[in-house]
């Protein structure tokens, strides 16, 4: 398995961004995936995950109503969507994934991720 993300860079307070992981090796149909970052000194935060089979979308109370999930299979790719952006977003944004089916209510779990690619940095500063 293999995840390289990609997209983050420096913006300002309210700006929007995207940011990718292409993934390879692995199923979706067999594998959860999420975006998890992490700020400097501070434990790793679990932002949105999409849920194999189903591919329902779920959403940490933390970005609900301000980043959104997407994936397109067809060049086997995750996104996400950062509007609103503010400085306390800043951080390295992770692509995760896992095979084992722990179910939805363990996503913000970090522990669950088998699988983990090498981050992007975003800095929201004026």
């Known amino acids: 398995v293999q995840l390289v993300e990609s997209g983050g860079g420096l913006v300002q307070p309210g700006d929007s961004l995207t940011i990718s992981c292409q993934f390879s090796?692995?199923?979706?149909?067999?594998?959860?995936m999420s975006w998890v970052r992490q700020a400097p000194g501070k434990a790793p935060e679990w932002l949105s995950a999409i849920h194999r089979g189903d591919g329902s979308i779920h959403y940490g109370n933390n970005v609900k109503g301000r980043f959104t999930l997407s994936r397109d299979n067809a060049v086997k790719t995750l996104f996400l969507h950062m509007n609103s952006l503010r400085p306390e977003d800043t951080g390295v944004y992770y692509c995760?994934?896992?095979?084992?089916?722990?179910?939805?209510?363990?996503?913000?779990?970090?522990?669950?991720?088998?699988?983990w690619g090498q981050g992007t940095q975003v800095t929201v500063s004026s």
């Open positions: 090796g692995l199923s979706i149909e067999t594998y959860d």
């Open positions: 995760a994934a896992t095979a084992v089916p722990y179910g939805s209510s363990w996503f913000p779990d970090p522990r669950m991720y088998d699988f």
